[in-house]
Nanobody
Framework: QVQLVESGGGLVQAGDSLTLSCASS????????MGWFRQAPGREREFVAA????????YYADSVKGRFTMSRDNGKNTVYLQMGSLKPEDTAIYYC???????????????????WGQGTQVTVSS
């Protein structure tokens, strides 16, 4: 069973940058996609970014496009979320997720991800 552990969250000021990491361990038959989602207090969980594992194609929410970059290091079984030009509205708990069950997922749907990390808090002060 694959396990995901996020790290790198913290308190930063508006305009700063931060990089989140998500390390995976354990054994999975296949990984079709990895994603980042976030949930702010009082709001539903929302899609942030994802990568289709076979092709390396990345997808981003409009709200972070041009500011966030998702990447992977296959050798380290780790994915990253580089966040730049952070805004107070980026404040949330950020979750890493993996899809090991749906071969052709809709990348933005959280229900298409079956393994989740515990989350890491990102707080952006104004």
């Amino acid at each position: 069973q694959v396990q995901l552990v996020e790290s790198g969250g913290g308190l930063v000021q508006a305009g700063d940058s931060l990089t989140l990491s998500c390390a995976s361990s354990g054994r999975a038959f296949s990984t079709y996609a990895m994603g980042w989602f976030r949930q702010a207090p009082g709001r539903e969980r929302e899609f942030v970014a994802a990568i289709r594992w076979s092709s390396g194609t990345t997808y981003y929410a409009d709200s972070v496009k041009g500011r966030f970059t998702m990447s992977r290091d296959n050798g380290k079984n780790t994915v990253y979320l580089q966040m730049g030009s952070l805004k107070p509205e980026d404040t949330a708990i950020y979750y890493c997720a993996a899809n090991t069950q749906i071969r052709f997922p809709t990348m933005t749907l959280d229900r298409h991800y079956n393994i989740w990390g515990q989350g890491t808090q990102v707080t952006v002060s104004s």
